[in-house]
């Protein structure tokens, strides 16, 4: 296999993939983090690790609490020579992984190559009939979706990868051929759908995950380009749960991967994918178990995802999900981004709040978004706050972050 990156100048630098170029005994068991500075050169560099049995800290260099916390543990970048001892020395793993940390403070899940291996192997069946020959990642390989998807599962196939540190819409579309598999987030899907080149993609494949991608647009993307979208829902302690194609409803659980509800609902995900170890100020084994705070409502074997119960507000017995509320806000042609929590107010009656940050070219009174979403949900009442911001920040796998 190789990767060809696509340098912004127009040129394009190929890097051709042997184990035997890349295996180098004093890297085994050798232990470093790997930041997010280029997908060209951490490319090169987890291959590098995983052939060498290394152990690595992978972290959006961008978050300086995870910055500071290295630094504190004394872990250097990876290849550097000097060997430290730290507390990660004993653990069984092969990638360590962040949550975002957008509700408290980021996680670490600790993959062993056996967790990250079994489910490359379900990768490869899921994509077998497709008879993908190269795979297109616009994601970075700190988050795990960009590693399983962009990285390990052409690594262990054979595939060639292709990578630019920023596309453009059109440089991406101009890239993909027949049996391309495009790794991707609904920012370029949405981004996609608003460019005027058209181009039959029949037969190229594309994957979506890092955020929900909404139904409108997912129909849209795969009717203008007559090709299918699939959506990969999971997180990073859990790895891959459930996918579904296009603008369907129901989700359907990944093979090996077994869902289950408590009694409110929630989602609980059993599956060999599973961190045995999750991080965040001391270790703590949740053996391949993971109780999420996601709500859904099982149909048979698949199932509808509602939100995490944290982003659900209830409103004369019925649940509505801050994603859904975020979209309506965004079909307005004035509101370029909508981010909406939902906080509790002790001394409002209904106990539950909207709160509602927008990237608008207009400013919009509460009156007016409460009258947008009692169009969409019914004439129900509810309390918000709203607050203008000039640009609401988005994280480097393309998330909506909140803004203290």
Not at 28 to 57: P, R, T, V, W
Not at 332 to 338: L, Q
């Amino acid at each position: 296999m190789k990767i060809e990156v696509y340098n912004d100048n127009g040129t394009i630098t190929t890097h051709n993939i042997n184990k035997k170029d890349f295996s180098n005994s004093s890297l085994q068991n050798h232990l470093g983090y790997i930041n997010s500075k280029s997908k060209e050169q951490n490319a090169l560099n987890i291959i590098k690790a995983y052939f060498n049995d290394s152990k690595i800290i992978l972290f959006d260099e961008t978050n300086q609490m995870l910055k500071e916390k290295l630094d504190e543990l004394n872990i250097k970048e990876f290849l550097h020579n000097e060997k430290i001892n730290t507390i990660f020395d004993e653990k069984d793993f092969s990638m360590m992984f962040f949550t975002s940390g957008s509700t408290g403070n980021p996680v670490g899940a600790l993959k062993t190559k056996k967790h990250l291996e079994e489910e490359v192997e379900v990768l490869t069946k899921l994509f077998e009939k497709r008879e993908i020959k190269k795979v297109i990642l616009t994601v970075p390989f700190i988050h795990i979706y960009g590693m399983l998807f962009g990285l390990l599962y052409p690594l262990l196939n054979d595939i060639d990868i292709i990578l630019k540190e920023h596309f453009l819409p059109n440089d991406l579309l101009n890239l993909i051929d027949d049996n391309s598999l495009v790794v991707t987030t609904p920012l370029y899907i949405k981004a996609l759908n608003k460019i005027s080149q058209e181009k039959d993609l029949s037969k190229a494949t594309f994957v979506s995950s890092t955020g929900p991608l909404d139904s409108q647009n997912a129909k849209e993307f795969s009717e203008k380009f007559n090709t299918d979208v699939m959506q990969i829902f999971g997180s990073t302690e859990t790895g891959g749960i459930a996918y579904k194609l296009n603008d369907e409803i129901l989700w359907t659980a990944m093979p090996k991967v077994e869902i289950q509800t408590n009694e409110q609902n929630e989602l609980k995900v059993i599956s060999p994918f599973v961190s045995t170890t999750i991080y965040e100020n001391s270790f703590k084994d949740i053996n391949g178990v993971m109780q999420t705070f996601d709500y859904i409502e099982k149909e048979n074997e698949k199932f509808k995802l509602v939100g995490r119960s944290s982003q659900i507000l209830k409103i004369a017995g019925k649940r509505y999900s801050t994603i859904q509320i975020e979209n309506i806000l965004e079909e307005e042609k004035e509101i370029n981004k909508a981010l909406v929590f939902v906080s509790s107010d002790n001394n409002s009656l209904r106990g539950e709040v909207l709160d509602i940050t927008l990237e608008s070219t207009k400013e919009f009174t509460g009156r007016e978004i409460k009258k947008i979403l009692q169009s969409k949900l019914s004439n129900l009442k509810f309390s918000l706050t709203l607050k203008h911001v000039d640009k609401i920040p988005i994280s480097s796998v393309g998330k909506k972050l909140k803004i203290n």
